[in-house]
């Protein structure tokens, strides 16, 4: 599986209106979402600074969990540190372009650069050791943990617990959380847009093959390693990416920003019930997830307990997450109509 | 440095039991409890409840082990059903986000109900000098406990017929059921085994320190090191696992300092399941 991912795109290249075709079809859920996202202030919550503010968090976390896809859902690496790869590229984006006086997009893209970094050696060490999906939560779980840790004890440099102002932050951004909404919208869509690419390469097809099988995949020449290794730094710079931004939009962070309490647990949450390794899955995890906290805002104490108890519920009853049961009742009712003729799903009538 | 590397074994013997449920567990069912922190302070909690109503503390930790135990058992008899049809992966996955809104509901429930919960068993007594170094009362009578439950569950699984029993479930589930044995029975028990180490986690701990409502997320994460370090589904690796990583972590704090010896710790446990991927005793 060698050469660039132009030279090994399946099939004859497509010329004039079937590329616009393929094109339009491969773009069209990225669409779709993009402009629902774009109307939602107007429409609905762009007067509540309160909702704009969740509305923002469940950007971030769609962010999160694109990255945390092409991680866990496409090659199967539990990774357990989105918290902490993020918290790599916030604390990074903060400290340099503070205390080293670097522009903030210098910063930011340090920042990335170094998630990036620290993925693909997560990576790295777990296909060495070729670990199995626990020991690579678990391994990835303990970096987490040792992450904070860190973060606490330099205090002079991250401002341990009390967390870290960032001098630099674009104050209009702050305040106007509209703003962090629509920059949020505009990240989302553009790795929606990465994801989808990679999906529809050839890389996207050695995914696929070596998440139904691996050993299976790699008889079949594909380079199992490369592939994990690979989707690991795209989806921890896609993390950090996220981590930075987000500090930077916040003004503000803590070791809390980045927490596994705080996040990996919902990431993993969000992309297991959009449905793992699909396109939309964390986009509609995170919006339900966002609708949720909103739903939740006025039960105090108890909210937690609502929380498990829909976790508990969306896993007994929808166990493979809401865009594949939907494709699947899609294809169920399309098969009805068309005899008996089987129908795959998008991505693979992109491909023929 | 005897002290501390004293203090560490008092300290990892404590680790060692947290894992030693959440491995048995994890050997029969494959599932990675991930509610056993919060099934630890569930059982802290009614004993706090019933010794406040005036119960001699005894019965108040047989009550809560007793309570922890039901609930393990109710999460084994409901809710785990569905994650045993599956198989592989698909199986761990669906037990991992099961468990985690089980630990979000008992804590939830539990913030709600008590939000200034604690258990705090104060054991009087001067301290006892062992090996010529005097320790609290408190936490010399939880390591005598400890260690004792320890020997006991290492010669029920070493000796007893019940305990190679459930070694045998670990290791072939279908063996074990061509002889005779229930795998669905064993499982059971041993949830109920599980969740009543959870309680007796929770009373050992409260003795040196108070346990509050909000323990059960680091119980979890010690336990889950704990058993993977010391390899999934062996009782004596937990413990092996759980007296180093305690001296590791003591021997840290001591001349290092306090940060640094969390990181320390969890270096020493992500090298060592990268050296030995199969855990310390694993298979």
Same mark, same amino acid.
């Given at each position: ?49 309160? =909702? =704009? ?54 910063? $930011? ?19 060495? #050791? ?9 391994? /990835? ?29 674009? =104050? ?16 989302? @869509? ?66 809390? /920003? ?58 007994? !009853?929808? #166990? ?33 | ?81 569905? @994650? ?17 809104? @089980? ?87 041993? !949830? ?19 346990? =509050? ?15 993977? $370090? ?47 991927? #199969? ?5």
């Amino acid at each position: 599986m060698g050469g660039s991912a132009v030279s090994a795109a399946p099939g004859p290249r497509p010329r004039g209106p079937r590329l616009a075709r393929l094109l339009t079809r491969a773009l069209l859920p990225i669409a779709v979402a993009a402009a629902i996202l774009v109307v939602l202030p107007p429409l609905w919550f762009g007067d509540s600074p309160y =909702t =704009t503010g969740l509305a923002v968090e469940a950007l971030v976390f769609g962010c999160y969990a694109v990255g945390f896809n092409l991680i866990f859902g496409s090659t199967n690496q539990l990774f357990l540190c989105v918290g902490a790869l993020a918290g790599v590229g916030g604390y990074s984006t903060a400290i340099l372009s503070d205390k080293a006086s670097l522009p903030l997009a210098a910063g $930011v893209a340090l920042g990335t650069v170094s998630a990036a970094i620290v993925g693909g050696l997560l990576a790295w060490i777990a296909v060495r #050791r070729s670990l199995n999906v626990i020991f690579t939560g678990i391994v /990835t779980l303990v970096f987490s943990l040792a992450f904070t840790n860190f973060i606490i004890g330099q205090r002079d440099l991250t401002g341990a617990d009390t967390g870290y102002v960032l001098q630099g932050a674009a =104050t209009d951004l702050a305040d106007d959380r509209v703003g962090g909404y629509y920059l949020f919208v505009v990240v989302l @869509v553009v790795l929606l847009i990465v994801f989808r690419a990679l999906q529809l390469s050839h890389v996207g097809w050695a995914f696929r093959a070596l998440r139904d099988d691996e050993v299976a995949a790699e008889l079949a020449g594909v380079d199992v390693a490369r592939y994990r290794i690979y989707a690991a730094v795209v989806g921890s710079a896609m993390i950090g990416l996220t981590g930075g931004l987000y500090a930077y939009s916040l003004g503000f962070i803590s070791p809390v /920003t980045y927490g596994f309490a705080q996040v990996d647990v919902q990431v993993l949450i969000i992309v297991a019930f959009g449905g793992m390794g699909t396109l939309l899955g964390p986009v509609i995890g995170a919006a339900a997830f966002g609708f949720l906290d909103r739903a939740l805002t006025d039960s105090g104490q108890l909210r937690e307990a609502y929380y498990g108890a829909f976790v508990i519920a969306i896993f007994l !009853f929808l #166990r493979r997450g809401v865009v594949p049961a939907a494709v699947g009742l899609f294809d169920r009712l399309a098969s009805l109509r068309r005899g008996a003729q089987r129908v795959d799903g998008a991505p693979g009538r992109a491909e023929r | 440095m005897k002290a501390v590397i004293l203090d560490g074994i008092v300290l990892g013997l404590g680790f060692g039991l947290l894992g030693v449920g959440l491995t048995l567990v994890y050997g029969l069912g494959g599932v990675l409890n991930l509610a056993y922190g919060e099934i630890a302070v569930f059982g802290a909690i009614v004993v706090s409840q019933v010794m406040d109503r005036g119960a001699p503390t005894l019965v108040a930790a047989g009550v809560g082990m007793l309570a922890a135990a039901a609930l393990s058992v109710l999460l084994d008899l409901t809710l785990m059903r569905p @994650v045993y049809r599956q198989t592989g992966e698909e199986r761990t996955l669906l037990g991992l986000l099961l468990t985690l809104g @089980v630990a979000f509901v008992i804590v939830g429930l539990l913030n709600w109900k008590y939000p200034t919960g604690a258990l705090y068993i104060f054991v009087g007594g001067d301290p006892i000098s062992i090996a010529g170094v005097p320790m609290a009362a408190g936490s010399v009578w939880a390591s005598v406990i400890t260690l004792g439950v320890a020997g006991v569950l290492l010669v029920f699984f070493g000796l007893t017929t019940f305990g190679r029993g459930v070694r045998s479930v670990i290791q072939d589930e279908t063996g074990a059921r061509l002889v005779g044995i229930s795998p669905s029975l064993v499982r059971t028990l041993i !949830f109920a085994l599980s969740g009543g180490l959870a309680g007796l986690v929770a009373v050992t701990r409260s003795m040196s320190a108070p346990l =509050t409502v909000t323990a059960g997320f680091d119980l979890t994460t010690f336990a889950l090191i704990v058993a993977v $370090v010391g390899g999934l589904g062996s009782v004596a690796g937990a413990f092996l696992a759980g007296v180093l990583l305690g001296i590791v972590d003591n021997v840290s704090a001591h001349y290092i300092g306090e940060y640094i010896t969390a990181i320390v710790l969890l270096a020493a446990a992500a090298i060592t399941i990268l050296v030995r991927p #199969r855990g310390l005793l694993g298979r």
